[in-house]
């Protein structure tokens, strides 16, 4: 009886050590979702999903970031500013974001669905200061006619600054652009 009290206790020590030890060295997945970035001195462009799997029709929040990496600060210059389908209110967005499905092809783009007006305006950062827009997706897309929702699967989002094609400038050279990687979630 003694050697199976030991035995028990023993295992129930290894299992405990060894769940400690895979949480520590990272072998578990982290539960605060998704993030990919780029950097681009003096800059660093983020895109976040607070998890990897949705329901269907769930929204989505993303959250999209540029960091000054650098010692010094730094004044960019966009040309947009952004109608929303909603309420038609013109806002400014620093950030796009795309979502394709595994073959690349494109299912939806944030700017694609609003209009854009040319309005000049300037942003400095100082270091460690960032600019973020948080955006919230309803799952839906337009395919050859009104919005429907995405089918359930596994998709790619990456986010790009400026939004469309458009590039900015930090005043010191041409127009130029940044581009996360990508990061897959599911959906369904």
């Known amino acids: ?3 199976l009290k030991i035995a028990v206790l ?10 400690i030890a895979h949480s520590y060295f990272g072998v578990f997945s ?19 999903l607070d998890k990897a799997h949705y329901e ?16 010094s600060k730094v004044t960019l210059y966009f040309s947009q ?21 595994q073959n690349g092809s494109i299912m939806y783009q944030w700017s694609y669905e609003r209009g854009a007006a040319l309005h000049t305006h300037q942003v400095t950062l100082d270091p460690s200061q960032e600019l973020k ?19 359930a699967g596994t998709y790619l989002m990456k986010a790009r600054m400026p939004p469309r094609h458009d590039g900015f400038s930090t005043g010191h050279q041409d127009s130029w652009s940044l581009e996360t990687p990508t990061i897959a979630f599911t959906i369904g």
């Open 81 to 101: 500013e952004f109608l929303n389908r909603e309420d038609r209110d013109c806002y400014t967005a620093y950030f796009d974001f795309s979502i394709a499905a």
């Open 56 to 71: 269907p029709k769930e929204d989505m929040r993303i959250v999209c970031k540029c960091r000054n990496i650098g010692n």
């Open 30 to 48: 982290p539960a605060t979702g998704l993030e990919a970035s780029t950097e681009s001195s003096p800059f660093r462009v983020s895109i976040m």
């Open 1 to 3: 009886m003694k050697h």
């Open 10 to 19: 023993s295992l129930i020590l290894a299992t405990a050590f060894i769940t």
């Open 133 to 151: 827009n948080v955006f919230t997706w309803d799952q839906t897309v337009v395919s050859s006619g009104p919005w429907k929702p995405i089918p």
